[in-house]
């Protein structure tokens, strides 16, 4: 084992427990690299002492969980083949060293997968923490398609043949986790988890995670669809309604309706959403088939909640648009506007 794993830990602000933890991965038989992500003149001392065990890097000033993963990756990627397997390790004290040992042999065993830690989420775990990851796994798996049990791990191995890839994804903070995931759904690369110890000391006081900013950041893209949703939403209910007024027809003022919102929600998403640089007309063709399947089913439940079900026809047409909304999400993420990556 001897040389073969590289261990990368991020750490802003972090604890004095962060110097027997490189110093037990040193001894262990890996090589370190320390990022200090600015963590400031107070603790230039025990950077010093880490730098006995690992190679330390230093940002001037804070830039983010991200940032600090992705100056390690070059890093590693510049100084070390191909062939050797790299795990990323957290340094709040989170992570057994036996756990990134096994981590990183399974990741030799599995060669362009990404092997995640996954904790028991159950026992022992805070309230923030729990809440937090069980949100996330949910959100995950509404937009893939995909269960992973644990979204929020900092564990991760894989071959250092990966890290162009991950350093081509977007983010710089917290969420640049949650879009490595997201990138390896999208991109079918296959994404394994390996059961590890949970562990939180002091309540998991150590860390930096600021539940609103960094919530918000990793949620980012989904809230941004559901805000085109809702513009796309807010003019589908307003031209179905003038429509209704003007003629009483429910199918044509539905119809006439979803075609005018649905060019409206094209157009958003394609720019400011999912931010695809896919031919337009090829982007538009799939589309306008995704229109054509919502339309259809989406007047077919309208029509059985009016006419079957006896429901006002403004409280249907809400319940309906409800109902397609994950549907047209999930097609759009992984079809229409599926960014292509490096491979």
């Known amino acids: 084992m001897q040389g073969r794993y590289v261990a990368l830990i991020p750490a802003y602000q972090p604890t ?14 890996l090589l370190v690299v320390l990022v200090d992500d600015g963590s400031g003149e107070a603790y230039k001392t025990l950077f010093n002492r880490c730098a006995q065990y690992a190679k330390v890097l230093h940002h ?26 790299a795990v990323t390790v957290d340094a709040d004290g989170q992570h057994r060293v036996e756990d ?26 805070p309230l923030r923490s729990r809440f937090g990851n069980t949100v996330t796994r949910w959100i995950y798996r509404i937009s893939t398609g995909l269960n992973v049990h644990d979204t929020q791990t900092g564990l991760r191995a894989f071959s250092i043949s990966m890290v162009p890839i991950l350093l ?23 994404i394994k988890e390996q059961t590890i110890d949970t562990i939180y000391i002091d309540n998991n006081s150590a860390s930096h995670f600021d539940t609103l900013r960094d919530s918000a950041r990793i949620y980012r893209e989904i ?20 429509l209704l007024f003007m003629t009483g027809h429910l199918l044509l003022s539905n119809i006439g309706a979803r075609v005018i919102s649905a060019s409206v929600n094209f157009t958003l998403n394609r720019r400011f959403v999912f931010k695809n640089k896919e031919n337009i007309a090829k982007a538009a063709i799939k589309y306008f088939l995704l229109a054509v399947i919502i ?23 809400i319940a309906t648009e409800t109902i397609f909304f994950l549907f047209s999400w999930i097609v759009q993420r992984l079809i229409i506007f599926r960014k292509r990556g490096v491979r």
């Open 16 to 29: 004095i427990f962060l110097t027997d933890l490189v110093q037990e991965l040193n001894s262990s038989g």
């Open 168 to 190: 081509s994804i977007p983010g710089e903070r917290y969420e640049y986790e949650m879009n490595v995931l997201l990138y390896c759904a999208r991109e079918k690369i296959k």
């Open 60 to 85: 001037t000033e804070n830039a983010g969980k991200g940032r600090a993963l992705k100056t390690g990756l070059s890093y590693i990627l510049e100084n070390y083949g191909a062939e050797k397997i």
């Open 295 to 317: 339309l259809i089913g989406n007047t077919a439940v309208l029509e059985l909640l009016v006419t079957f079900c006896g429901i006002h026809q403004m409280l249907a047409k």
């Open 223 to 242: 809230l941004k669809f559901s805000v085109s949703s809702l513009i796309g939403f807010l003019v589908d209910y307003g031209i179905y309604s003038l």
């Open 100 to 125: 990134a040992v096994a981590l990183c042999r399974t990741a030799e065993e599995n060669p362009g997968v990404l092997i995640l830690g996954s904790r028991d989420l159950k026992r022992n775990v």
